[in-house]
């Protein structure tokens, strides 16, 4: 990417809230225990098949929570995408640049980052919107929004039912997690609102619950 795809501003800042200091830590603490640096595709293994399908052969791609880098920074990068991540956690991009040497990343809190309008091919947001305050997600959907080309694709994993809560010793390790989620209507509300249209949708189980998953397009005509 050049110089002027990549942030163009941030808000003015503000002390980081307990709330997000939990993530920030917890994924600081937990990194290894959430993800193994030759951890495969496993379960996102489609979704990444179909994305890089629907994506242009010089497409760029957004990967919001980009954790480690594995699996979807470095497959797309290495399907010969241009490739740029962010996650809270400081752990994790130390990681993901040294795992996917290809593609740039940046630590940075994805409700206070400022992109260029129109500059991805598509925007990925997989097990990230839920670990941000609730009233923060729908602007940040709407900023996805204004970064994603016309035509350009939102794959997302969002809450089902709505909650929000901590867990102590979180995969059982020495740091607690933190979540807020709406129910699926909130997201697809939130989506639309954003000026995306919802394309498919489905639920991805884990445990007692699950998470919705959705794909969702700029029109091309916006």
Not at 71 to 91: H, M, N, Q, W, Y
Not at 107 to 130: G, H, K, M, N, P
Not at 186 to 201: H, Q, V
């Amino acid at each position: 990417m050049t110089v002027a795809d990549g942030p163009v501003g941030f808000p003015a800042d503000e002390d980081e809230d307990d709330r997000t200091r939990l993530v920030r830590e917890g994924y600081d603490v937990l990194s290894y225990r959430y993800r193994g640096d030759d951890a495969d595709e496993g379960g996102y293994a489609p979704w990444l098949a179909t994305l890089k399908d629907r994506l242009p052969a010089d497409g760029r791609v957004l990967d919001v929570g980009c954790g480690c880098g594995v699996p979807v920074a470095r497959s797309l990068a290495d399907a010969g995408f241009t490739v740029r991540g962010i996650d809270i956690s400081e752990t994790q991009i130390e990681r993901a640049r040294r795992l996917v040497p290809t593609a740039l990343f940046m630590q940075a809190d994805a409700t206070r980052i400022a992109f260029a309008d129109e500059v991805f091919d598509a925007v990925v947001c997989l097990y990230s919107l839920i670990h941000m305050r609730l009233e923060k997600q729908p602007k940040l959907l709407r900023h996805i929004g204004q970064w994603l080309r016309p035509g350009g694709w939102l794959l997302a994993t969002a809450g089902s039912q709505a909650w929000t809560g901590t867990e102590e010793n979180w995969l059982g390790g020495p740091a607690p997690m933190w979540w807020s989620q709406g129910d699926t209507a909130d997201y697809r509300s939130w989506l639309r609102e954003a000026g995306l249209e919802i394309t498919e949708e489905g639920f991805v189980p884990e445990g007692d619950g699950g998470h919705a998953l959705f794909w969702a397009r700029k029109p091309a005509w916006a």
